[in-house]
């Protein structure tokens, strides 16, 4: 189900989890990933941060 309550489709449930995927990669926790995968912020954005080197503290203050 989504914030709004309307169910998922099965392609917005499978990017959801993959965008959690990638927010757990990061080094966020299951909370804050969880609330990274159902926002709208970028995905990009989050990998040039890991690419970058830059550090989860401030990875969390970006895209939370």
Same mark, same amino acid.
């Given at each position: 189900? *989504?914030? &709004?309550? &309307? $169910?998922?489709?099965?392609?917005?449930?499978?990017? @959801?989890? $993959? @965008?959690? &995927?990638?927010? @757990? %990669?990061?080094?966020?926790? /299951?909370?804050?990933?969880?609330?990274?995968?159902? *926002?709208?912020?970028?995905?990009?954005?989050? @990998? %040039?941060?890991? *690419?970058?080197?830059? /550090?989860?503290?401030?990875?969390?203050?970006?895209?939370?």
């Amino acid at each position: 189900m *989504s914030a &709004d309550g &309307d $169910w998922l489709s099965l392609e917005q449930l499978a990017v @959801r989890n $993959w @965008r959690y &995927d990638e927010a @757990r %990669k990061a080094g966020l926790t /299951p909370v804050e990933a969880a609330l990274f995968a159902e *926002s709208d912020r970028d995905l990009a954005e989050l @990998r %040039k941060l890991i *690419s970058v080197g830059c /550090p989860v503290d401030q990875i969390r203050a970006i895209v939370l």
